[in-house]
C-alpha cells in the first residue's frame, strides 16, 4: 500500500475504524499505537517489502478506507499470528487484517487469485482443473496413496448457494 500524492481531507471516512471494530476479530483495531513490531515480525516482509502490517492499520485508523479496502497488500497476511503473539498492545492483528478482507469482500475488492479460485471450485468442485486431478493421481500413486475422491460438483454448488443465500438475510 503506498501513498503516491497527498490524500484530501474529503476521501477520509472517519468512521471506517468503527466499522472494522465492529466485525469480529477487529475490535482491537484502536489499540495500535504503530510501534512497528508487527511489521518486524512478519514473515511474509521478508520476502515482499511493501507488506507493513501497521500501513496497513494506520491507514485504517486514518479513515483511508478506499485505499485500504482495494489494496492488493491485505490479501499477503499468512495468518501465522505471529505479529498478535508480539504485540505490546494486545492487537490481535491477523483478526484485524481477516475483518478488513471481509469488509473490501462486501464491498466488491476481491483479489484476482481468490476469485481464480472461488471460480475454480464452482466449476471443478476443486481449486484445480480436472486434467491437474489426473496428474495429482498419478503422483498419489507414486507415493502408494489412493487417488482423489470423486467430488459432486452439484453438492458442491448447492452449499455454495446455501451459504451465499445466509449472507444475504
Not at 37 to 47: G, H, L, Q, V, W
Not at 127 to 145: G, S, V, W
Request: negative net charge; contains cysteine.
Amino acid at each position: 500500500m503506498k501513498v503516491d500524492e497527498p490524500v484530501k481531507t474529503t476521501k477520509l471516512d472517519p468512521k471506517f475504524k468503527f466499522e472494522v471494530a465492529k466485525i469480529p476479530g477487529g475490535e482491537s483495531i484502536r489499540y495500535c499505537f504503530q510501534c512497528g513490531k508487527c511489521t518486524a515480525t512478519c514473515p511474509i516482509r521478508r520476502f515482499e517489502a511493501s507488506y507493513k502490517p501497521a500501513q496497513i492499520v494506520r491507514a485504517a485508523l486514518l479513515g483511508l478506507k478506499e485505499m485500504v479496502l482495494s489494496s492488493d497488500v491485505i490479501w499477503l497476511c499468512a495468518v501465522c499470528y505471529s505479529c498478535t503473539e508480539r504485540c505490546p498492545q494486545g492487537v490481535r492483528l491477523t483478526d484485524v487484517i481477516r475483518a478488513i478482507k471481509n469488509l473490501a469482500v462486501k464491498q466488491d475488492h476481491v483479489h484476482p487469485f481468490y476469485q481464480a479460485q472461488g471460480n475454480a471450485i464452482i466449476t471443478h468442485g476443486r481449486i484445480f482443473e480436472a486434467d491437474e486431478e489426473e496428474i495429482i493421481n498419478e503422483m498419489r500413486a507414486e507415493m502408494d496413496l489412493p487417488p482423489l475422491p470423486p467430488v459432486n460438483i452439484k453438492e458442491v454448488s448447492t452449499l455454495l448457494r446455501s451459504v451465499k443465500e445466509e449472507e444475504e438475510e
